[in-house]
Structures are given as structure tokens and as C-alpha cells.
């Protein structure tokens, strides 16, 4: 999800490129991207700040991956 405090809007992001979203547990954000741990996937992907998916950050040696920092 992207929250739009300012304009009170919500955007959900289902997908990660062509692959959708299995179990998105962990959200972490730097400075211009949100990213996200799906444990089932595997995998961390990220997003720029609009929701729109920039690519795969990890996608190989992880178990279940859940919390960001």
C-alpha cells in the first residue's frame, strides 16, 4: 500500500513486476524507495515513492524474509 497523507489517498500495490505479491510482510523506506519482503516469494523488491515497481533487490538465499530496517 502508498498512503497519501497530504491528498488522504491510498494506492495498493498488488504486483512486483510481472510476479503478484504473495505474502508482503516487511516495508521499509529509504530515500526514494519503499521496499518490500514477501517471505513467500523469497524475495525483496522495491518501489520508487510513486508505487511503481523498480525491481528485485534480493532474490536468491533467503528463507522467509519478513522484517526490513
Not at 494506492?11 to 510482510?25: H, K
Request: proline share 3%.
Amino acid at each position: 500500500m502508498r498512503a497519501d497523507l497530504r491528498r488522504g489517498s491510498v494506492q495498493r500495490i498488488t504486483n512486483a513486476g510481472r510476479d503478484s505479491l504473495a505474502s508482503p510482510v516487511g516495508l521499509a523506506l529509504d530515500t526514494d524507495r519503499v521496499l518490500v519482503s514477501d517471505s513467500a516469494a523469497k524475495r525483496v523488491y522495491a518501489y520508487d515513492r510513486k508505487g511503481r515497481f523498480v525491481g528485485t533487490v534480493v532474490n536468491s538465499g533467503l528463507q522467509r524474509p519478513t522484517g526490513l530496517v
